[in-house]
């Protein structure tokens, strides 16, 4: 079946970009998405790339996917303290996205 | 504004007892979706709903078992709680339409099993 990798930890100075990566094996992942679960709460949707775009950036948030070594990032500029959280990343086959399949998620920690 | 509600937030229980975790979302999503999180697998897909009485089994179904009389609620139940059941449980929802590809999520159930 599909599976999803992750680092589990990432430490981070405060200003400094962090770069979360994440490595999947279905050669059929077509849509791609980071969420983002902040302490004692659920997961939110930060952002997605679909598999015919190699970058997408948002504001602070820069995700890059290399289709060839099945490699996603996300990096994310400027940390601040409110980026600590876990991130997942996901995949899904199709853009309903009925059945995503879930990294092992990143914690990431800032250090002031 | 509600939202996706979960109740209760925080459950512990005994092995052997039924135990069942509600979710609630109020924006008549067609789809729902049950996860549990453990560290080191991250979200794994119990269950999933495309529309009231219609029902799925995702990644690791066995021991639990939904139901979806109405669109708006999606229990899930616990018949013989284990101790590898102890887990965080997120229920989410999604709109039925092929344009909508966000999962809305909600806060988490903190199961312990003793």
């Known amino acids: 079946g599909e599976d999803v990798e992750q680092s589990l930890f990432l430490s981070v100075r405060e200003g400094d970009s962090s770069v979360i990566n994440c490595t999947y094996t279905?050669?059929?992942?077509?849509?791609l998405y980071w969420y983002k679960q902040e302490p004692g709460a659920g997961l939110q949707l930060l952002t997605y790339?679909?598999?015919?775009?190699d970058m997408k950036q948002d504001q602070r948030l820069t995700v890059l996917l290399n289709k060839k070594d099945k490699h996603l990032s996300l990096r994310i500029a400027d940390t601040q303290t409110g980026d600590s959280a876990i991130y997942f990343c996901?995949?899904?086959?199709?853009?309903?996205?009925?059945?995503?399949?879930f990294g092992t998620g990143t914690r990431l920690t800032i250090i002031p | 504004d509600a939202g996706i509600t979960q109740s209760p937030r925080y459950k512990i229980t005994e092995t052997g007892r039924q135990v069942t975790l509600m979710c609630h979302q109020t924006?008549?999503?067609?789809?729902m979706f049950w996860y549990r999180q453990d560290l080191g697998h991250g979200l794994r897909l119990i269950y999933y709903?495309?529309?009231?009485?219609?029902?799925d089994k995702g990644e690791v179904p066995d021991g639990y078992v939904v139901s979806r009389s109405k669109t708006e609620n999606f229990p899930l139940t616990l018949e013989s709680a284990t101790r590898s059941q102890t887990s965080v449980y997120f229920c989410?929802?999604?709109?039925?339409?092929?344009?909508?590809?966000?999962?809305?999520f909600g806060p988490g159930t903190r199961l312990t099993v003793t």
């Open positions: 989410a929802s999604k709109l039925d339409s092929q344009f909508s590809y966000e999962q809305y």
């Open positions: 279905d050669s059929s992942s077509t849509y």
């Open positions: 790339i679909f598999s015919n775009m």
């Open positions: 996901a995949e899904s086959a199709n853009f309903g996205n009925e059945k995503l399949t």
């Open positions: 924006w008549s999503h067609s789809y």
């Open positions: 709903s495309a529309a009231a009485d219609i029902t």
